[in-house]
């Protein structure tokens, strides 16, 4: 009996995974495809170079704020605490505050690229070479990768998110991790986070639609990956970066919008697009003060103080578990 091959017969179960969400993903109504998928190595790279762009504040912004409060941030957190860092990447923001901490238990950065993640954990060694740390490589979204590694002991655990990565969760998703972080912590354990604040369409759109095209070489990207580790056939000349702020859903939209009617195939897979027809690959929701302080307290924690620019453009959040 012949039995039908299927796409999925001969890739790793790693690419499996991939495959599966994006197989799915581009048979929905509206196509789209996991952000957390923009971040292999190259797509880190690119991110970098985002962050150093003029229009692209968030960074520099969160850099200034760390910079001013940075001892206060962490008298909060105190003596003999266990950091830990989901989508840690290259480490960089991590490293002022370690040095600054008292006498830390150690420090265990996550990501799901293993290449940028491992020669990060390499320089914090360097750095510190007193600090124990543990390098965790999988997805910080799904519960089960939490009991992955083992915490040495420490009188507090702290979860360090910065960068508004909260924000590419809509308000269900991040309500979810949130709880994750909540169950993986004791009372008195903290969450150390940044959020961006809702703010004029213009300055938002700005950062993310950039004169130097490096969003749009960073989104596009994604469609890289998937021909490079998928099989996949798309032309990339054919879709072109969109990002837009969705003023009743308080956030930044991205999307790869096709240009012309055409199908692509991956794995074996067919996917026909219709021109004007998107792909999205990424939100980025902005917060009130309020709005994010009740998210916290929606889920366990309680907020301690938060920090802010002298534009309030942009927040840091210092909450505990109650």
Known sequence: MN????????????????????????????????????????????????????DYYLTRTEAEIFSRYLSNMAEHIGQDALIIEPGAGNCEKVRPLLQQLDSPAGYIPTDISPEILLAARAEIE??????????????????????????????????????????????????????????????????????????????????????????????????????????????LSLFAHRAFYHSLRQRVEMHLVCLRSHDVTIAGERIHFREGETIHTENSHKYSLNGFRGLLEDTGFQTVTHWTDRECRYAIHYAQVA
């Not at 197989?23 to 923009?38: D, E, F």
């Not at 292999?40 to 790279?45: A, F, I, K, L, N």
């Not at 600090?131 to 992955?148: C, H, I, M, P, R």
């Not at 959020?195 to 130097?212: N, P």
């Open 126 to 235: 360097a750095l510190l070479p007193t600090l124990s740390v543990q390098a965790a490589v999988g997805d910080f979204t799904q519960k089960a990768f939490w009991n992955s590694f083992d915490c040495p002991p420490a009188s507090k655990r702290v979860i360090f998110f910065p960068g508004s990565t909260i924000g590419n969760f809509d308000p269900e998703q991040a309500r979810a991790l949130l709880a994750i972080f909540t169950s993986q912590l004791q009372p008195g354990d903290g969450l150390l986070i940044g959020t961006d604040l809702d703010k004029d369409s213009v300055i938002l759109e700005r950062a993310y639609h950039d004169s130097e095209h490096v969003t749009a070489a960073f989104n596009k990207n994604l469609l890289t990956r998937i021909n490079s580790e998928l099989q996949g056939n798309f032309d």
């Open 3 to 54: 039995m039908a091959t299927s796409p999925l017969d001969h890739v790793s179960p790693e690419t499996n995974v991939f495959l599966v969400d994006v197989i799915h993903g581009l048979r929905q109504a509206q196509k789209t495809l996991p952000c957390k998928y923009l971040y292999d190595e190259t797509g880190s790279r690119l991110f970098e170079k985002i962050c150093e762009l003029r």
